[in-house]
C-alpha cells in the first residue's frame, strides 16, 4: 500500500491542525495564544483530510485586553455565483481572530445588505473591505446607505491581480504554519450548518474548512473559493502587522502599567506633602 500522506502535505498546503479553536470575545482578547496538540477537539465537524484535526490552545497567557482592531471583508456575489460571502477576522498582538464567516444567499439583495450591515454592528468592526470585482464598484455605493444607517464606519475596496489560488496560499500559508489564526468554534459549526440544504454531493465545496484545506496552487482547483478567498482578504490586510511581537507587547503593557501606578505614588506623595505644609502654617 503507498502512502499519500506526504504527496497530500505537498499538494494541500493548508491544514485545520494549524489552527487554534477556542471562544471569541467581540471586545476582548488574550494577550497571547500558545499552540499544542494537547487538546483535540472532537465535537466540531471536521472535512478535513485524513489526519487532520482541530485543537484548542495549549494555554493562554496575559491579561484579556481589547483588539488592536477589526475588519469585515465582503466578497460580492456575481454572475453564476449564489453566495455572498464575508469574514470577520479582528488582531491583537500578531494573532487574528476570526468572530464570524459564511455565506449569504443571494449578492444585491436588500435582505444581504441588511445582514452585512448588522454583521458589521454586531461585531463592531473597524473598517469593510470590499472586493471590487464586476460592476466598477457598483455594490459598494448600494451598501453605504444600509451601512450608514445601522453602523457609520469606513468603507475600503480592494483590488486583485494575481492568480486567486496563489495569492490565498501566499497570505494563509505564513499565518497557519506559525499558528497566527484563531477561530471561534461557532464559526465552524455554523459553516457546516450552513449548506446543509444543499445536495449531499455538493454541500461540502460550499464550506470554508473544505474549502482551505483542498485548495492547491493549480488554477481553478476548488469549484467553489469564496468564503476562502474573503477570509485570505481579511488576514491580508493584517499581514503588514503580523510581525508584532505578543511578548513584547505583554511587557510593553505592563511596563506602563507600573509608570502609571509610579505617577499615581509620586501624586499621592506630593498631595501628603501639601496637606502637612498646610497644616504646619496653620499650626503656626
Excluded at 496538540?37 to 483530510?49: F, H, R, T
Excluded at 468592526?125 to 466598477?136: R, S, T
Aim: proline share 5%; charged share 25%; glycine share 6%.
Amino acid at each position: 500500500m503507498l502512502d499519500t500522506a506526504l504527496s497530500d502535505t505537498d499538494r494541500y498546503p493548508l491544514k485545520l491542525s494549524d489552527l487554534m479553536v477556542m471562544s471569541c470575545d467581540l471586545e476582548k482578547a488574550p494577550e497571547k495564544c500558545i499552540y499544542g496538540i494537547m487538546k483535540p477537539i472532537s465535537n466540531l465537524p471536521n472535512v478535513g483530510l485524513s489526519g487532520d484535526r482541530l485543537y484548542a490552545p495549549e494555554s493562554i497567557l496575559g491579561d484579556y485586553v481589547p483588539y488592536s482592531g477589526s475588519v469585515l471583508a465582503i466578497d460580492p456575489s456575481g454572475r453564476g455565483k449564489d453566495e455572498t460571502a464575508y469574514a470577520v477576522v479582528k488582531m491583537l498582538n500578531g494573532y487574528l481572530y476570526v468572530t464570524d464567516a459564511g455565506g449569504l444567499l443571494g449578492g444585491y439583495d436588500k435582505e444581504v445588505l441588511i445582514k452585512l450591515a448588522n454583521i458589521a454592528k454586531n461585531n463592531k468592526v473597524n473598517m469593510v473591505l470590499i472586493e471590487e470585482n464586476f460592476g466598477g464598484g457598483m455594490f459598494t455605493e448600494l451598501f453605504k446607505p444600509y451601512l450608514q444607517k445601522t453602523y457609520p464606519v469606513s468603507i475600503e475596496e480592494v483590488r486583485h491581480s494575481k492568480q486567486k489560488e496563489l495569492r490565498i496560499i501566499d497570505t494563509l500559508e505564513p499565518v497557519l504554519n506559525q499558528h497566527k489564526l484563531i477561530v471561534d468554534p461557532k464559526v465552524i459549526q455554523k459553516d457546516y450548518d450552513s449548506v446543509q440544504h444543499r445536495p449531499p454531493e455538493k454541500a461540502m465545496r460550499y464550506m470554508l474548512t473544505y474549502q482551505m484545506t483542498r485548495i492547491t496552487k493549480d488554477r481553478g482547483s476548488l469549484a467553489h473559493d469564496d468564503r476562502l478567498d474573503v477570509l485570505a482578504m481579511a488576514v491580508a490586510y493584517w499581514v503588514e502587522q503580523m510581525s508584532a511581537n505578543a511578548e513584547q507587547e505583554i511587557l510593553d503593557r505592563r511596563e506602563q502599567i507600573l509608570d502609571e501606578e509610579l505617577d499615581r505614588f509620586l501624586e499621592g506623595i506630593n498631595t501628603s506633602n501639601k496637606r502637612v505644609k498646610t497644616d504646619t502654617w496653620i499650626g503656626l
